[in-house]
């Protein structure tokens, strides 16, 4: 019998039955391996599960009890209970915290609350002594007015209980306007008749003097004359005057020049007629220059400043402006004559100007150069060069500039070398000089010619109105320690325009030094037929006779602090 039809029946080869024996061999195999498998899938479901864990979230006055596996995160747990922090809430324990049994999750919630109200500042009440009203007698110059201060409270609440009632911050809304009133005392000196007006600042308020120092009133009552800007008009009829700001600062960033408020304003009043209200010019950060343009009605030139906050508190912007306004305070359009420019050396603290006697001219003064401004083709027009003086400090050194009536000298200051000193510039002499202009348009007709050796640097020439013929005389400030002529006090001078005849008027030797000012001569002869200089002395007006040496003192209180005469 043949074997191979043992298996079906048909005739298979001896190769194909030991292929199909291998073949189940390997099936075999794979059987043995699916059950291995099967029996570790039937191990693994058998093994137990992690345990879980009763914990609770005590949140919102309730209790939240919940079933999480071992191990879970306090911020896990609460997400399972669907709740949600905000930025304040505070959760005990962390929320990165690991959860044991039993464990109570506490969370606290916590809220801000800011509130606004606003507080009066009460005004303060000023009495200013008065020569010009009866003794005892009290006069109300400026009403008070209380301000207003608004205060930021910052509440804490915990799970809706207050736990603190703090102030966020303050500020101010309104100042408060102080109540001024002025108080006669009795009159200890005789009144004088004088020409023209004299008008001065006292305590922050302008006084006006007519034709006798017994006539006085009020001009403004404000308070706020910060005496960088005070001037008459040519005829008197007007005065031109600088108000400081009382707000230093804005809302700006702080450290941010844009963040700083105007440092003060300019404003002018009619002084024909009493009561007359001031009128705002709408111009703002004038320090060292401003003054009335002759012949031009109410117009004014100006130069300007930027608030800086490092000091001395402003950058000059060296420039000038023309502004003409109406009687009724409507200003037009602004002419601007130089544009803002750097000016010198040491710009940054400001040029100073000065008009001729007639107003035709004007000249101006920067640390390290002197020279004229051509109103018509709107340009500087350099005459000398000077050699600056290094203050070391936040201030420079400008000198100060005087005409003489006949606009044919410029009297000025010059920094002067000291022997020994290597670096001119730390020299502390200043020489009195006079500058000869030429015949022709901005020019000079020689050098500057040193008058008065170490008279100081704010010696201040100022030339008086020509006399008889065609002389005058130069008054000036002479330093009484010349190589401190910066700190230390000055006397009144009086010199023949040559610098002959020099003397000494005022304070007498014994006495105590005036500070540095621009004196201002009498607009006329007084009956005496003498021109006189007004003298700010120790915080009063005093008159001095330019050729006796007579002096006069006008008020008492101590308060004064600018004067102009016309």
Not at 456 to 485: I, K, N, T
């Amino acid at each position: 019998m043949n074997k191979n039809r043992l298996y079906s029946g048909k005739h298979y080869p001896k190769n194909s039955l030991l292929d199909a024996f291998s073949l189940i061999q390997v099936l075999k195999g794979w059987f043995a391996v699916i059950a291995a498998v099967l029996m570790l899938s039937g191990c693994a479901q058998a093994q137990p599960t992690l345990a879980n864990i009763r914990v609770s979230v005590a949140v919102d006055g309730k209790q939240i009890a919940l079933q999480v596996p071992a191990g879970t995160t306090v911020q896990t747990a609460l997400q399972q209970a669907a709740i949600d922090l905000n930025n304040l809430d505070r959760v005990e324990p962390a929320t990165y915290t690991l959860l044991s049994a039993d464990d109570v999750i506490m969370v606290t919630r916590v809220r801000e609350v800011f509130s606004v109200k606003e507080t009066v500042i009460p005004f303060s009440h000023q009495r200013v002594n008065n020569e010009s009203l009866a003794e005892g007698k009290e006069m109300l110059v400026q009403q008070g007015v209380n301000g207003i201060e608004q205060v930021t409270y910052r509440q804490i609440f915990e799970n809706d209980v207050e736990i603190s009632n703090t102030i966020f911050k303050k500020e101010t809304i309104a100042e408060p306007l102080p109540e001024i009133k002025m108080v006669g005392v009795q009159k200890p000196f005789t009144p004088m008749p004088i020409p023209g007006k004299i008008v001065y600042i006292a305590s922050g308020n302008a006084w006006l003097m007519d034709q006798s120092t017994g006539n006085r009133r009020p001009v403004v009552t404000t308070g706020d004359l910060d005496g960088q800007i005070f001037s008459l008009s040519p005829k008197g009829e007007w005065l031109l005057f600088s108000r400081q700001e009382r707000d230093t600062a804005s809302s700006g960033t702080a450290g941010d020049d844009t963040s700083l408020k105007k440092i003060n304003s300019l404003w002018a009043v009619d002084l024909t007629e009493e009561n007359s209200k001031p009128i705002d010019l709408k111009v703002d950060n004038v320090i060292h220059f401003a003054a009335w343009v002759q012949n031009k009605g109410l117009t004014i030139l100006f130069s300007t400043v930027e608030p800086h906050i490092d000091s001395p508190g402003w950058k000059a912007n060296n420039d000038l402006q023309m502004l003409t306004f109406s009687s009724t305070g409507s200003a037009g359009k602004r002419d601007v004559i130089l544009d803002t420019n750097m000016a010198g050396l040491y710009g940054w603290w400001g040029a100073h100007f000065a008009y001729s006697k007639d107003g035709t001219m004007l000249a101006y003064a920067l640390s390290d150069e002197v020279g004229l401004v051509d109103l018509e083709k709107k340009s500087m027009v350099p005459l000398i060069r000077l050699v600056p003086f290094k203050t070391g400090s936040s201030w420079a050194w400008v000198t100060g500039l005087g005409w003489s009536e006949d606009q044919k000298v410029l009297y000025l200051v010059t920094h002067a070398p000291r022997p020994g000193i290597e670096n001119d510039e730390a020299s502390p002499l200043f020489d009195l000089s006079a500058l000869p202009l030429g015949s022709e348009p901005f020019t000079s007709s020689g050098p500057v010619i040193d008058i008065v050796p170490q008279a100081g640097m704010f010696a201040y020439p100022v030339p008086g109105p020509v006399e008889d013929g065609a002389g005058y005389s130069v008054a000036y400030l002479r330093a009484l320690v010349p190589q401190q002529s910066d700190s230390k006090r000055y006397r009144l001078w009086i010199m023949d325009r040559d610098g002959s005849n020099s003397k000494g008027l005022f304070p007498p030797e014994d006495r105590q030094g005036i500070d540095p000012q621009q004196v201002i001569w009498s607009p006329t002869r007084f009956t005496n037929d003498h021109f006189w200089l007004s003298v700010n002395y120790q915080g009063d007006l005093w008159l001095v006779d330019s050729e006796s040496g007579e002096a006069q003192q006008i008020t008492g209180d101590g308060l004064i602090s600018r004067i102009d005469w016309k």
